[in-house]
């Protein structure tokens, strides 16, 4: 049970203001068992309910930070998985410079917004999203063995890269959507939690 | 001229007829530029034809068709005076994918093939530059190894062992990069040909319906290099300012850059005055090729160029990227000029961009005498005021009451995105303008500036601050803005006038009598649930006017032409122009869908 309760509140400190489904979705978990955990985070005040949504206390903050190192001793200690993470990082700096030129475009010393009228342009970076969505289905792996739950980040990108192959230019960037970059910064996150490294940027 | 005799590669001369069927997009616009009487790089092409051969082959190429490519590269090599791995004159070249329509999945290039220990020395002896020559020879084994034999590989650094970089190859790959140049060529031709069939182009192909049947050229292409002798560089040239769209030529000029192959930070940039100063008559073709393709293209073309020994080659033509602000400029002018139609013109401003240049502006002179807080990197364009809060929490329940609020915060994670969406502009200490946080402003349009320096906003919670995203400055206080009014700008108030004569539904001043007000009927509200179309066409048809946020949408202009809705009135903080623009766009695709072509 306590490893419920850390999994719950710990996909809600990734999620944010999130319901218990969406919650059980990125913890791999039943969403009753998942509501029931964070209705006990509510009781031990680690957590706050308002509509049928959840979110982490400053109080429950603390108490993941504490309880990381323990639960997660094992991959901290794992060269494997940490040297999959690094990897991880790099392919993050080049999703990052990706996405930045779909959304922006070099003219003349500067940067302006793509409009998306140029088809070869987007293509190549589709193309771009492609060879990275290869490089990272090999970190993945890597991580999935070790953390099996993070394969719900998979199916994630996967169905995000899909349609963004279908020409859903939604699907890169965009933050209404479950794109590839929401999908990616929450894997990103969940990483940067279990083993208690510090965002750089 | 052609002196092959093979069907099966076609020198590039100009001679040739364009066809992108046969032989791929790149290769078609190579001698496209050949026929208007331009001087590239000689090339050959192999014919998508034999791509088909390859894979009815097994995945093997042709002994015919490799006898060819041998044809091929000694007319190259005749036509460039050089020879593929002869250290006295050595021939480098680049080998790329042109199916006749693009597609993700394809390889797509690899350069400086044809270097060995040999051809880098005399490289080094030619150039006077044993570092340049050294790293092309380390970046040739670094992208032969991705791009070819899918070595998950980093980047190497500058002055690396090619000896390293071949044997990490070997351990990511379990392949050898090839030491003969012929060797080389044959695997990079043989790699475009099977990557025809990778997963990601079929992939591509079944989404969008295109046949497995076909297949992609491979076209080969002779180096040319700005550093190997003296009269030589390489740049790039706009045919208009991209920034202003003024008629006034904008480049770069690198005199003893290499070209092709830019290694980034060794030169000195110059401007396309030093070119016109340094050789006058390389910056005279280069301006008259330019006047060509813009009339050939009917479009702004920004130019990449290499000059070797006094000899001006065209590497690659391609239409301009462009500011919101050029775009409008350059619309109106190329119609003016007689170039291309007025549909047309409007046809390439879209209403994203007019909304952009009718964005409020900080007032200057407030700005030159505000307190600036702190720099960084502008993220995300726009002006915005509001106060500081320091997390979501707070901007969602300020933006809540109808506050306006700027979040700052260190670093952003996913939980922040909600106060991303709520505040009127963000701020981060850390991170550049490719951060988790600039690409979320950016897909929200929220105006962000980046990286203003850790600790630097400590204080800053309660502040009264304005942000200009534009130059990456944030402002103490509430600063006066300007709007910008389309009838100040010749281009806009063209356009308008253009668009309201093409346009077959009016933009009304006056709210006439039975407009539907969708706002009023709170529809559209949420961008994240667009509404019914059923729903929305029932509101509209036979409505005199209608008005409301989502007509400033694809989505609402599609719903009036289709509801033949008369008239339209603009919601505040609507331009006419903008609305416009949707609709014209909106038909443009429509006729486009029911086969009737565009504009």
Same mark, same amino acid.
């Given at each position: 049970?306590?490893?419920?309760?850390?999994?719950?509140?710990?996909?809600?400190?990734?999620?944010?203001?999130?319901?218990?489904?969406?919650?059980?979705?990125?913890?791999?978990?039943?969403?009753?068992?998942?509501?029931? !955990?964070?209705?006990?985070?509510?009781? %031990?005040? $680690?957590?706050?309910? +308002? &509509?049928?949504?959840?979110?982490? =206390?400053? #109080?429950?903050?603390?108490?993941?930070?504490?309880?990381?190192?323990?639960?997660?001793?094992?991959?901290?200690?794992?060269?494997?998985?940490?040297?999959?993470?690094?990897?991880?990082?790099?392919?993050?700096?080049?999703?990052?410079?990706?996405?930045?030129?779909?959304?922006?475009?070099?003219?003349?010393?500067?940067?302006?917004?793509?409009?998306?009228?140029?088809?070869?342009?987007?293509? !190549?970076?589709?193309?771009?999203?492609? %060879?990275? $969505?290869?490089?990272? +289905? &090999?970190?993945?792996?890597?991580? =999935?063995? #070790?953390?099996?739950?993070?394969?719900?980040?998979?199916?994630?990108?996967?169905?995000?890269?899909?349609?963004?192959?279908?020409?859903?230019?939604?699907?890169?960037?965009?933050?209404?959507?479950?794109?590839?970059?929401?999908?990616?910064?929450?894997?990103?996150?969940?990483?940067?939690?279990?083993?208690?490294?510090?965002?750089?940027? | 001229?052609?002196?092959?005799?093979?069907?099966?590669?076609?020198?590039?001369?100009?001679?040739?007829?364009?066809?992108?069927?046969?032989?791929?997009?790149?290769?078609?616009?190579?001698?496209?530029?050949?026929?208007?009487?331009?001087?590239?790089?000689?090339?050959?092409?192999?014919?998508?034809?034999?791509?088909?051969?390859?894979?009815?082959?097994?995945?093997?190429?042709?002994?015919?068709?490799?006898?060819?490519?041998?044809?091929?590269?000694?007319?190259?090599?005749?036509?460039?005076?050089?020879?593929?791995?002869?250290?006295?004159?050595?021939?480098?070249?680049?080998?790329?994918?042109?199916?006749?329509?693009?597609?993700?999945?394809?390889?797509?290039?690899?350069?400086?093939?044809?270097?060995?220990?040999?051809?880098?020395?005399?490289?080094?002896?030619?150039?006077?530059?044993?570092?340049?020559?050294?790293?092309?020879?380390?970046?040739?084994?670094?992208?032969?190894?991705?791009?070819?034999?899918?070595?998950?590989?980093?980047?190497?650094?500058?002055?690396?062992?090619?000896?390293?970089?071949?044997?990490?190859?070997?351990?990511?790959?379990?392949?050898?990069?090839?030491?003969?140049?012929?060797?080389?060529?044959?695997?990079?031709?043989?790699?475009?040909?099977?990557?025809?069939?990778?997963?990601?182009?079929?992939?591509?192909?079944?989404?969008?319906?295109?046949?497995?049947?076909?297949?992609?050229?491979?076209?080969?292409?002779?180096?040319?290099?700005?550093?190997?002798?003296?009269?030589?560089?390489?740049?790039?040239?706009?045919?208009?300012?991209?920034?202003?769209?003024?008629?006034?030529?904008?480049?770069?000029?690198?005199?003893?850059?290499?070209?092709?192959?830019?290694?980034?930070?060794?030169?000195?940039?110059?401007?396309?005055?030093?070119?016109?100063?340094?050789?006058?008559?390389?910056?005279?073709?280069?301006?008259?090729?330019?006047?060509?393709?813009?009339?050939?293209?009917?479009?702004?073309?920004?130019?990449?160029?290499?000059?070797?020994?006094?000899?001006?080659?065209?590497?690659?033509?391609?239409?301009?990227?462009?500011?919101?602000?050029?775009?409008?400029?350059?619309?109106?002018?190329?119609?003016?000029?007689?170039?291309?139609?007025?549909?047309?013109?409007?046809?390439?401003?879209?209403?994203?961009?007019?909304?952009?240049?009718?964005?409020?502006?900080?007032?200057?002179?407030?700005?030159?005498?505000?307190?600036?807080?702190?720099?960084?990197?502008?993220?995300?364009?726009?002006?915005?005021?509001?106060?500081?809060?320091?997390?979501?929490?707070?901007?969602?329940?300020?933006?809540?009451?109808?506050?306006?609020?700027?979040?700052?915060?260190?670093?952003?994670?996913?939980?922040?995105?909600?106060?991303?969406?709520?505040?009127?502009?963000?701020?981060?200490?850390?991170?550049?303008?490719?951060?988790?946080?600039?690409?979320?402003?950016?897909?929200?349009?929220?105006?962000?500036?980046?990286?203003?320096?850790?600790?630097?906003?400590?204080?800053?919670?309660?502040?009264?601050?304005?942000?200009?995203?534009?130059?990456?400055?944030?402002?103490?206080?509430?600063?006066?803005?300007?709007?910008?009014?389309?009838?100040?700008?010749?281009?806009?108030?063209?356009?308008?006038?253009?668009?309201?004569?093409?346009?077959?539904?009016?933009?009304?001043?006056?709210?006439?009598?039975?407009?539907?007000?969708?706002?009023?009927?709170?529809?559209?509200?949420?961008?994240?649930?667009?509404?019914?179309?059923?729903?929305?066409?029932?509101?509209?048809?036979?409505?005199?006017?209608?008005?409301?946020?989502?007509?400033?949408?694809?989505?609402?202009?599609?719903?009036?032409?289709?509801?033949?809705?008369?008239?339209?009135?603009?919601?505040?903080?609507?331009?006419?122009?903008?609305?416009?623009?949707?609709?014209?766009?909106?038909?443009?695709?429509?006729?486009?869908?029911?086969?009737?072509?565009?504009?």
């Amino acid at each position: 049970v306590a490893d419920l309760l850390l999994l719950a509140l710990h996909g809600l400190a990734v999620k944010s203001a999130a319901t218990p489904d969406a919650v059980a979705a990125l913890v791999g978990q039943s969403p009753g068992d998942v509501q029931q !955990a964070l209705e006990s985070a509510v009781a %031990d005040g $680690h957590a706050i309910g +308002a &509509k049928g949504r959840f979110m982490v =206390t400053p #109080a429950g903050r603390a108490w993941l930070d504490d309880t990381y190192p323990r639960a997660f001793a094992a991959h901290r200690a794992d060269p494997g998985f940490t040297s999959a993470a690094d990897k991880f990082e790099r392919i993050n700096r080049d999703l990052l410079a990706l996405l930045t030129d779909w959304q922006s475009m070099p003219a003349g010393g500067e940067r302006v917004p793509n409009t998306h009228a140029d088809p070869d342009y987007d293509r !190549a970076i589709v193309d771009r999203l492609g %060879d990275l $969505h290869d490089r990272a +289905a &090999k970190v993945l792996d890597r991580l =999935t063995s #070790a953390e099996p739950r993070l394969e719900g980040y998979v199916t994630r990108l996967d169905a995000a890269y899909d349609k963004a192959l279908a020409g859903e230019v939604d699907y890169l960037s965009g933050v209404r959507v479950d794109s590839y970059h929401v999908v990616w910064h929450e894997l990103h996150e969940d990483l940067l939690r279990m083993l208690g490294r510090t965002r750089e940027e | 001229m052609s002196t092959l005799t093979s069907e099966r590669v076609v020198p590039l001369d100009g001679s040739v007829s364009p066809g992108k069927d046969r032989l791929g997009g790149k290769a078609d616009g190579i001698v496209r530029m050949r026929r208007l009487g331009l001087r590239v790089p000689p090339a050959f092409t192999i014919p998508v034809t034999e791509c088909r051969r390859y894979h009815d082959s097994g995945g093997r190429l042709d002994e015919e068709t490799w006898r060819a490519v041998l044809d091929g590269l000694r007319w190259l090599e005749r036509e460039t005076g050089r020879r593929l791995g002869d250290p006295s004159a050595p021939l480098l070249v680049s080998v790329r994918s042109g199916a006749p329509v693009s597609m993700p999945g394809m390889m797509d290039t690899v350069l400086n093939l044809g270097i060995t220990d040999e051809v880098e020395r005399a490289l080094a002896t030619l150039s006077g530059d044993s570092d340049f020559a050294r790293d092309t020879h380390t970046r040739f084994c670094a992208q032969f190894g991705k791009v070819v034999l899918d070595a998950d590989i980093e980047d190497p650094e500058p002055g690396t062992d090619p000896e390293s970089l071949r044997s990490q190859v070997a351990e990511e790959s379990g392949r050898e990069v090839p030491r003969e140049p012929l060797d080389q060529l044959r695997e990079a031709i043989n790699a475009v040909f099977a990557s025809w069939r990778s997963r990601r182009a079929i992939a591509y192909r079944k989404h969008w319906g295109i046949s497995d049947e076909g297949g992609t050229a491979v076209t080969v292409q002779a180096m040319v290099f700005g550093n190997l002798g003296e009269a030589s560089g390489t740049g790039v040239f706009f045919t208009r300012d991209p920034l202003t769209g003024s008629p006034q030529p904008y480049g770069e000029w690198l005199p003893g850059g290499q070209g092709e192959d830019v290694v980034s930070g060794t030169h000195a940039v110059q401007t396309l005055g030093d070119l016109a100063a340094q050789l006058p008559d390389v910056h005279a073709e280069l301006l008259e090729a330019g006047r060509v393709l813009e009339r050939e293209n009917g479009d702004v073309q920004d130019i990449e160029f290499t000059v070797e020994k006094g000899q001006l080659y065209l590497l690659q033509t391609r239409s301009a990227k462009r500011s919101p602000a050029a775009a409008a400029r350059t619309a109106v002018d190329f119609a003016e000029a007689g170039i291309v139609d007025r549909a047309t013109a409007l046809q390439r401003v879209t209403p994203e961009q007019v909304a952009s240049v009718l964005q409020p502006r900080l007032a200057p002179a407030a700005a030159e005498t505000a307190e600036v807080l702190a720099r960084g990197e502008p993220a995300c364009p726009g002006v915005a005021a509001g106060t500081v809060v320091g997390d979501s929490e707070a901007a969602d329940a300020a933006a809540g009451e109808g506050r306006a609020v700027v979040l700052v915060r260190p670093t952003t994670s996913p939980e922040d995105i909600a106060g991303m969406i709520a505040a009127r502009a963000v701020v981060t200490e850390l991170g550049g303008s490719t951060s988790h946080a600039a690409v979320v402003t950016r897909a929200l349009g929220r105006p962000c500036v980046v990286g203003v320096g850790r600790g630097v906003t400590a204080d800053w919670t309660g502040r009264e601050v304005t942000i200009d995203a534009t130059k990456g400055i944030v402002y103490a206080g509430q600063l006066p803005t300007e709007a910008v009014r389309a009838e100040d700008d010749p281009a806009l108030s063209r356009l308008l006038a253009w668009a309201r004569e093409a346009c077959p539904v009016q933009v009304v001043d006056e709210v006439p009598e039975g407009t539907v007000d969708l706002d009023a009927a709170g529809v559209g509200l949420d961008p994240a649930t667009p509404p019914d179309p059923e729903q929305l066409g029932t509101l509209l048809t036979g409505a005199p006017c209608a008005r409301g946020a989502m007509l400033a949408t694809p989505a609402g202009a599609r719903a009036v032409l289709e509801a033949g809705v008369p008239a339209m009135a603009a919601a505040p903080g609507q331009h006419p122009l903008v609305l416009l623009l949707h609709l014209l766009h909106a038909r443009s695709e429509q006729r486009t869908a029911s086969g009737g072509g565009g504009a």
